[in-house]
């Protein structure tokens, strides 16, 4: 792998990782294109490019930690504050709210280990994705016609938390984006619109991060990494991290606006798109 292609991929993952329509669809089209233009990348279902998929995962959550670094902080400091047994809070509600993003992210592994072995097969599959892709499109029109959303943080249940985590496990499907499915699921549930997309950008710390060390093991055992060398890592994970600074901005404004129809659109044309060229064997 070249800089360039680094580079190229890093921004594709930056854009996409926050615009809810499968960050890992547009890597996997986008290595797929690379290499029927002669790029001599591995293919995408190989274990070395999946660890190259995770590695600028993990540039994404910079991304996060930099747009939401003042509700981070902030969280952080409530949760440390319930955790003393002599502080004067009501409820603890923030410490409870870690406890569900905890649950959330144990589901997620739950339903994502057997889901993550089908989900490499899937790489290498138009038609599925094809498929994968419309129904994120159809969850994103729906969450804008959804009326107002009466839960807040203390209105959040572990059955929501649990709900969370299953949408975000079968995120690890080609085509089915983990921003887009998390955040829907949670509108359907009737979480508010800021809590929704908080929720699910604050979960996917922990669980990046623990699907990242998962493949790293997996691909070191006895992969050829050759391919992808560190430079072109840590080249893709700086430009996903830049530029899903800017992308995530933009997602945040859109999703209070209730504007995720735009995005259903784009990826209902990319599916169909995607299905025609497979079909007709371009």
Not at 58 to 79: E, K
Not at 169 to 187: D, E, F, M, Q, W
Not at 209 to 216: F, G, K, L, S
Not at 221 to 250: D, Q
Request: overall charge positive; glycine content about 8%.
């Amino acid at each position: 792998m070249t800089i360039l292609e680094a580079v190229v991929l890093g921004a594709v993952q930056g854009v996409f990782m926050f615009f809810p329509v499968s960050s890992t669809s547009h890597l996997v089209m986008a290595q797929r294109w690379m290499i029927a233009n002669g790029s001599l990348i591995p293919r995408p279902e190989t274990a070395e490019m999946i660890l190259f998929d995770l590695v600028v995962h993990l540039g994404t959550l910079v991304s996060i930690a930099l747009v939401f670094r003042p509700r981070l902080i902030g969280f952080l400091t409530r949760v440390r504050r319930d955790l003393n047994p002599q502080a004067a809070t009501r409820d603890r509600v923030f410490l409870r709210l870690a406890l569900l993003s905890l649950v959330t992210v144990a589901v997620t592994g739950l339903i994502g280990l057997p889901v993550r072995a089908y989900a490499a097969a899937f790489f290498g599959q138009p038609l599925v994705l094809s498929i994968t892709l419309a129904v994120t499109g159809l969850l994103l029109y729906f969450t804008d016609v959804t009326g107002p959303r009466p839960r807040g943080l203390r209105q959040l249940t572990v059955w929501v938390a649990l709900a969370i985590g299953i949408a975000q496990g079968l995120a690890l499907l080609p085509g089915l984006s983990r921003s887009g499915l998390t955040i829907s699921v949670a509108l359907f549930l009737g979480l508010k619109r800021r809590w929704a997309a908080e929720y699910s950008f604050f979960v996917a710390f922990p669980t990046i991060i623990a699907a990242a060390a998962v493949q790293a093991v997996l691909a070191l055992r006895g992969a050829e990494l050759g391919a992808v060398s560190p430079a072109a890592m840590l080249t893709g994970f700086l430009v996903a991290a830049v530029v899903g600074v800017f992308a995530l901005k933009i997602v945040i404004s859109l999703l209070y606006q209730a504007r995720f129809r735009f995005f259903s659109y784009y990826v209902w044309s990319v599916a169909g798109v995607t299905a025609a060229l497979h079909l007709f064997g371009l």
